[in-house]
Antibody
Framework: EVQLLESGGGLVQPGGSPRLSCAAS????????MSWVRQAPGKGLEWVAV????????DYADSVKGRLDISRDNSKNTLYLEMNSLRAEDTAVYFC???????????WGQGTTVTVSS | EIVLTQSPGTLSLSPGDRATLSCRAS???????LAWYQQKPGQAPRLLIY???RRATGTPDRFSGSGSGTDFTLTISRLDPEDFAVYYC?????????FGQGTKVEIK
């Protein structure tokens, strides 16, 4: 079964730097681009970042560029999101998603919640 | 950045009704890269339609997508109780994705 499982969320102080993880199973991880999408409380979906299968290509939404870093360890089948200089508006559920060859997000994790508050 | 505007914001319908959801783009979107997702409360989104009109694996045939250019539509021919949810359109272009703000389909 294809599965994604996020972890690493929680209560973070403004300016904090948590790292989110997404463990993948059931598919050839190194062959798939992966993405992070977030959803603020009661709001819609916002694409955050994408990384190629090999990890050599990354792209970010303007709203997070310079503060968030997407990475992956294909030996561990794990995707990461390093978050820096967090603000209250970064409070959201963060989903990882597998990107298929047609640029659709065809598999999603259940999400991990990041709450930025003092 | 391409902005997707969905309408209506909320659709109040009864089981068995037909639902028509609209997604309008600020610029032309490649049909190949227009998708629809369903999200139920407390759950992750689920890919329903890709390539504007192709059903994803497991999507019932009561769901259909259509459109091209800047105007796209998701139609649910007869609403099943499990279809009451929020629906998002999404486009991909120039290495970034954008989502519409969502349409909530609620029980009347």
């Amino acid at each position: 079964e294809v599965q994604l499982l996020e972890s690493g969320g929680g209560l973070v102080q403004p300016g904090g730097s948590p790292r989110l993880s997404c463990a993948a199973s059931g598919f050839t991880f190194k062959n798939s681009a992966m993405s992070w999408v977030r959803q603020a409380p009661g709001k819609g979906l916002e694409w955050v970042a994408v990384i190629s299968g090999g990890g050599g290509s990354k792209d970010y939404a303007d709203s997070v560029k310079g503060r968030l870093d997407i990475s992956r360890d294909n030996s561990k089948n794990t995707l990461y999101l390093e978050m820096n200089s967090l603000r209250a508006e970064d409070t959201a559920v963060y989903f990882c998603a597998k990107v298929d060859r047609n640029y659709n997000m065809d598999v999603w994790g259940q999400g991990t919640t990041v709450t930025v508050s003092s | 950045e391409i902005v997707l505007t969905q309408s209506p914001g909320t659709l109040s319908l009864s089981p068995g009704d037909r639902a028509t959801l609209s997604c309008r783009a600020s610029q032309t979107v490649s049909t190949s890269y227009l998708a629809w997702y369903q999200q139920k409360p407390g759950q992750a989104p689920r890919l329903l339609i890709y390539g504007a009109s192709r059903r994803a694996t497991g999507t019932p045939d009561r769901f259909s997508g259509s459109g091209s250019g800047t105007d796209f539509t998701l139609t649910i021919s007869r609403l099943d109780p499990e279809d009451f949810a929020v629906y998002y359109c999404q486009q991909y272009g120039r290495s970034l994705w954008t989502f519409g703000q969502g349409t909530k389909v609620e029980i009347k």
